[in-house]
Nanobody
Framework: QVQLVESGGGSVQAGGSLRLSCVGS????????IVWFRQAPGKEREGVAA????????DYADSVKGRFTISQDNPKNTVYLQMNYLKPDDTAMYYC??????????????????????WGRGTQVTVSS
């Protein structure tokens, strides 16, 4: 059974940083597209950053490019999201999702939450002004 567990959320002031972690189990870690999504109250779930765990290729939504960095630690089956220069608009529940795939294809593909069948429960990020 695939399990994804997020951690690292919290409350910070604007301009601050947080690092989120997503630990996976129950699947072949090295053959997945893993994506961080976020969802604020009343808004749709939004794809933030993606990584293909087999080759480490990455991609980002325009809203976070230059501020967020997705990375992985293969021996630990963990994907990280380093978030710097946080803004109040970054406030949301952050989820990681996984799909068995050697690539994350295109941005239009990986940002679509319907393409994922494995999700964590999320970790809350709150950024105050």
């Amino acid at each position: 059974q695939v399990q994804l567990v997020e951690s690292g959320g919290g409350s910070v002031q604007a301009g601050g940083s947080l690092r989120l972690s997503c630990v996976g189990s129950g699947y072949t870690y090295s053959s997945n597209c893993i994506v961080w999504f976020r969802q604020a109250p009343g808004k749709e779930r939004e794809g933030v950053a993606a990584i293909a765990t087999g080759g480490s290729s990455t991609d980002y939504a325009d809203s976070v490019k230059g501020r967020f960095t997705i990375s992985q630690d293969n021996p630990k089956n963990t994907v990280y999201l380093q978030m710097n220069y946080l803004k109040p608009d970054d406030t949301a529940m952050y989820y990681c999702a996984a799909r068995l795939s050697s690539t994350c294809f295109s941005r239009s593909w990986w940002i679509n939450p319907r393409n994922y069948n494995n999700w964590g429960r999320g970790t809350q990020v709150t950024v105050s002004s």
